[in-house]
T-cell receptor, first 119, second 112 residues
Framework: GAVVSQHPSWVICKSGTSVKIECRSL??????MFWYRQFPKQSLMLMAT?????????EQGVEKDKFLINHASLTLSTLTVTSAHPEDSSFYIC???????????????FGEGSWLTVV | GESVGLHLPTLSVQEGDNSIINCAYS??????FIWYKQESGKGPQFIID?????DKRQGQRVTVLLNKTVKHLSLQIAATQPGDSAVYFC???????????FGTGTSLTVIP
């Protein structure tokens, strides 16, 4: 079945550094991917919609210069947290829409998430 | 709308009982809804979906009910099992980019 892979699963970085998280669709092409953030015991909050070949669309209140999103190919989107601070520590989850013949256009697959800890 | 950072409500049920998890959505224009299950430290897992032209949809041990009048969604789990313990989220699809927005979620604990 379709799989969305995130890498790394866990990352610890020092305050002030940048960290990149990858989201890959393994057996389908995804022109649209979504990035979510989740704090412990809270819901998933949509951060941005990643569109292949164009700029990402950010949700209100999300700093686009801090959370850089690049969707350079049909199977890969990356989220870079720049100048990370401890308050950026969170669970980051991506999802990808399968718009191929198998998908209905709204078939969404989620990755397993990436834990970011900023120390 | 999107989660506003509230802590998850909780629901505890005895094994074998039925569970009902509720969700309110905000946008009357939303036309597609999905229930997800999330186990600790993992990504959301699809359970069942429903479109706005339906009131009810059944799956294996699960039923989703949609009340568009009051913008309310519910997930019913029959004969709840310990493996059902998880956090359950409803998600609505809306917006020009068909984005998925998640509700607050409910933490379900099944007591053996």
């Amino acid at each position: 079945g379709a799989v969305v892979s995130q890498h790394p699963s866990w990352v610890i970085c020092k305050s002030g550094t940048s960290v990149k998280i990858e989201c890959r669709s393994l057996d389908f092409q995804a022109t649209t991917m979504f990035w979510y953030r989740q704090f412990p015991k809270q819901s998933l909050m949509l951060m941005a919609t990643s569109n292949e070949g164009s700029k990402a669309t950010y949700e209100q209140g999300v700093e686009k210069d801090k959370f850089l999103i690049n969707h350079a190919s049909l199977t890969l989107s990356t989220l870079t947290v720049t100048s990370a601070h401890p308050e950026d520590s969170s669970f980051y989850i991506c999802s990808a829409r399968d718009q191929g013949p198998r998908g209905s256009g709204n078939t969404i697959y989620f990755g397993e998430g990436s834990w970011l800890t900023v120390v | 709308g999107e989660s506003v950072g509230l802590h998850l409500p909780t629901l505890s049920v005895q094994e074998g009982d039925n569970s009902i998890i509720n969700c309110a959505y905000s946008n009357s224009a939303s036309d597609y809804f999905i229930w997800y299950k999330q186990e600790s430290g993992k990504g959301p897992q699809f359970i069942i979906d429903i479109r706005s032209n339906m009131d009810k949809r059944q799956g294996q041990r699960v039923t989703v009910l949609l009340n568009k009048t009051v913008k309310h969604l519910s997930l019913q789990i029959a004969a709840t099992q310990p493996g059902d313990s998880a956090v359950y989220f409803c998600a609505e699809i809306r917006g020009t980019g068909n984005q998925f927005y998640f509700g607050t979620g409910t933490s379900l604990t099944v007591i053996p």
